[in-house]
């Protein structure tokens, strides 16, 4: 059910950041991952980050995660792009929605 999706999606919410960098790119910092618990599945609404001292939207190869196990998941995914998920700031800016 949780795979990894080869395409980068495209599918978070826009914000005033006009430019949108892979989750993989060297020197991008996420600064804010925003899940929403959605019937059991953690499903990604926005993936923020500073590239080159600019905000930028950051491309994730995956929309949703399981509830139990998410961060797991980023990491097993992250090391398969060659690259450090709690070193890119993923792990520690993540935040939850939880309202219906």
Known sequence: MYTFNEQLQTTTIP???TQRV???TVGLKVTH??????EG???VITC?????GK?????LPFTQLPNIGYKANI?????EFGFNAKRK???????????K
């Open 75 to 79: 990491v097993t995914w992250a090391y």
């Open 33 to 38: 991952l925003g899940l929403k618990r959605i």
């Open 89 to 99: 700031g993923l792990l520690k800016n993540i935040t939850i929605d939880t309202n």
């Open 41 to 43: 599945v953690l499903v």
């Open 48 to 52: 923020q980050g500073l590239y080159q």
């Open 22 to 24: 892979s989750w993989d």
């Open 15 to 17: 914000t005033e950041s």
């Open 55 to 59: 905000r930028v939207d950051v491309a």
